[in-house]
Nanobody
């Protein structure tokens, strides 16, 4: 069993930066793909970024390419999302996910509770 806890959300102005963190419990986390999704009010949950267990395979949604960076520290059971040049449309609840395999998807096995990111214009 793997439990995920997100942190680092908050309120930031347009153009600002935030770093989200996801702390995982469980010895198998280092073998799992991990990543981030987000869900804005009234909208479906959408993929943001994914990283495989070694960090050798990384995927981003087109809307965040060049602005967001995902990385992980398996020794600390952590995955991060560095978000730069934030826009109001990035406002959402951000969820951490983990899954056996190469990348996370909407049917990922493990999910965190989410952290709110609000970008003011």
């Amino acid at each position: 069993q793997v439990q995920l806890v997100e942190s680092g959300g908050g309120l930031v102005q347009t153009g600002g930066s935030l770093r989200l963190s996801c702390a995982a419990s469980g010895r198998t986390f280092s073998t799992l793909a991990s990543g981030w999704f987000r869900q804005a009010p009234g909208k479906e949950r959408r993929f943001v970024a994914s990283i495989n267990w070694s960090g050798g395979s990384i995927y981003y949604a087109d809307s965040v390419k060049g602005r967001f960076t995902i990385f992980r520290d398996n020794a600390k059971n952590m995955v991060y999302l560095q978000m730069n040049s934030l826009k109001p449309e990035d406002t959402a609840v951000y969820y951490c996910a983990a899954e056996p395999g190469i990348r996370v998807g909407v049917a990922s096995r493990y999910w965190g509770q989410g952290t709110q990111v609000t970008v003011s214009s």
